[in-house]
């Protein structure tokens, strides 16, 4: 949706401006008749959590700092490692494969 705003002219943001003036008045008294009961047009606000939950969460996240300083086993799995000769051969395989390279006058793969 574009802004036409800097587009219109005087007559028509005066009209906007009475229309948007009757909205709100037939809101209001909407409201009225209705008691209170429902305002529409009103965007709820989020409830704030109480002290105590702020407190419960800030001890399970230090509980949860604790386990992973302590070392605990679920923290990750254990590095691999790779054996001698499979290293042998993958170095092997990266030798040809230069060799073959700088044959052919390159100096990059």
Do not use: C, H
């Amino acid at each position: 949706m574009t802004n036409t705003l800097p587009y219109l002219t005087v007559d028509q943001l005066k009209r906007a401006v009475s229309i948007r003036e009757k909205i709100e008045s037939l809101q209001e008294e909407m409201y009225r008749i209705l008691g209170g009961a429902i305002m529409p047009f009103v965007i709820p606000t989020k409830g704030k959590m109480s002290l105590a939950g702020r407190r419960a969460v800030a001890a399970a996240q230090k509980a949860r700092w604790a386990k992973l300083k302590a070392g605990a086993t679920d923290a990750g799995k254990p590095r691999r490692k790779m054996s001698p000769a499979a290293r042998a051969k993958i170095a092997a395989a990266a030798r040809a494969r230069w060799k073959k390279a700088k044959a052919a006058g390159k100096n990059r793969l």
